[in-house]
């Protein structure tokens, strides 16, 4: 079965009860969580692996010399490896990060950037994805069709002679379409340059192969991958991390530390300085472990089917704008930002409303996305974002909110 059929029935609708955030009521009806996209809810599997390290094995790794010691080390390590498998990387170029925006920041800030540098980006990449380089150095943002969606095939006419880096999203988290990053890695190659993949949207939803897709450096978010909040991974091929300069110094990423000399560790420890989130990636390793058991082709497929149903459902409310519309249904995941028309409520006021009314959560606002919202013309946009637990019913029930909503503000 290929994924680009989008079948909606390839998980299996008993995952649901793998969240018991899902059985949370508002006014005693149940929720419909569609904002996995701002952070996902947990999987039991990711919250026993927390509460086992702080019932069980608490204990610093790498500088422990007692039993608790070995066992939290081995199972931080033992979710590096999970998550370097995730990925088809090794265990070397995994990084340990707070976050996305963290990681990103590393290597921002190691590769040496001046001023007068150029990074290629998009113009609707995340503020993550666009600070880190603007405190810098210049974005040079490849243009957006007019309804938003970024002009990939064109970025090689971006490139020039103080170009130093490409940093893309493979999902926007307003687009919610996958992009070309093949392209934009063999643009990379013909100029000798380093391409940053933000995968904070697309390691839930497709299978991420570095390897495959040849880049340099690729950064994620526990919280959105059914992990904890506060540990993100940052994976660069060895070579890349071992020519960036320190984020951070301290405790742990010290071999030796004297009066003659200071030796540090190899990567990927010398980049995490001092006592690392432990349950945190031990979670995170749960997690990832859980979405490979269901199979992450399985996961493309039913997020592609969703995506498919949410856009046609959308385009059937008139006067709805959806970003990057034109984008193929068959590269959109169960993601979308629209804004819907309205008398007078501002989208936010929308999706406080659908929280309020119909128990339905989502995003409203403008997503770390201003520069998009600005160029589109758009006072904010809702977004409606699924994960492998959402089902055609939860999309059902947004789309039959949002008609009524807009058919009263007519
Ligand atoms: C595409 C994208 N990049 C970066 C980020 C930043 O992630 P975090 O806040 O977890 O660092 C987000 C978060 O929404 C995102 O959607």
Redesign the pocket.
């Known amino acids: 079965m290929t994924h680009l059929d989008g079948k909606i029935d390839e998980l299996p609708g008993s995952i649901r009860n793998d969240f018991p955030l899902l059985s949370r009521t508002i006014d005693g009806e149940r929720i419909t969580y569609l904002d996995s996209?701002?952070t996902a809810p947990k999987p039991t599997c990711v919250i026993d692996a927390v509460a086992r390290v702080y019932g069980s094995y608490t204990a610093n790794v790498h500088r422990g010399v007692h039993l608790l010691a070995d066992e939290a080390t081995e199972a931080y390590e033992g979710a590096r490896g999970e998550i370097a498998s995730f990925l088809n990387a090794s265990s070397a170029e995994i990084v340990f990060t707070r976050?996305?925006?963290?990681a990103i920041n590393l290597v921002a800030s190691g590769i040496g950037l001046g001023k007068e540098d150029e990074v290629v980006i998009t113009a609707l990449?995340?503020h993550?994805?666009f600070m880190p380089w603007e405190a810098r150095a210049k974005t040079v943002p490849v243009a957006l069709a007019d309804d938003g969606l970024p002009l990939y095939g064109e970025v090689e006419s971006y490139i020039g002679p103080r170009t130093r880096l490409l940093a893309l999203?493979q999902?926007?988290?307003t687009a919610g379409i996958i992009a070309p990053v093949a392209e934009w890695a063999a643009a990379a190659r013909r100029h000798g340059l380093p391409l940053l993949v933000?995968a904070?949207?697309s390691a839930s939803h497709v299978p991420i192969d570095v390897k495959a897709l040849d880049c340099d450096f690729l950064v994620l978010?526990g919280?959105?991958l059914l992990g904890p909040s506060g540990i993100?991974v940052l994976y660069g091929k060895r070579e890349r991390l071992e020519g960036l300069s320190l984020y951070q110094t301290g405790g742990g990423m010290v071999r030796y530390h004297g009066e003659d000399r200071v030796e540090m560790h190899d990567v990927p420890q010398r980049f995490e300085a001092g006592t690392p989130n432990i349950e945190g990636a031990i979670g995170l390793g749960a997690a990832v472990s859980y979405l490979r058991g269901l199979g992450m082709e399985n996961v493309l497929a039913h997020s592609l089917g969703l995506g498919r149903l949410l856009v046609e459902g959308l385009r059937s409310i008139p006067g709805t704008r959806i970003v990057a519309d034109s984008g193929p249904l068959e590269k959109r995941i169960g993601l979308a930002a629209f804004s819907l028309p309205s008398r007078g409520m501002s989208q936010e006021s929308i999706a406080r409303l659908l929280c309020d009314r119909y128990q339905i959560l989502v995003s409203g606002g403008f997503?770390?996305a201003h520069i998009l919202h600005h160029r589109l013309g758009l006072d904010g946009t809702l977004r409606v974002s699924t994960h492998v637990f959402n089902t055609a019913d939860d999309i059902e029930r947004v789309l039959s909110a949002l008609r009524e909503i807009a058919d009263s503000s007519r």
């Open positions: 996209a701002s976050n996305t925006t963290e990449e995340h993550s994805n999203a999902i926007s988290n933000d904070s949207q978010s919280h959105k993100g997503h770390c």
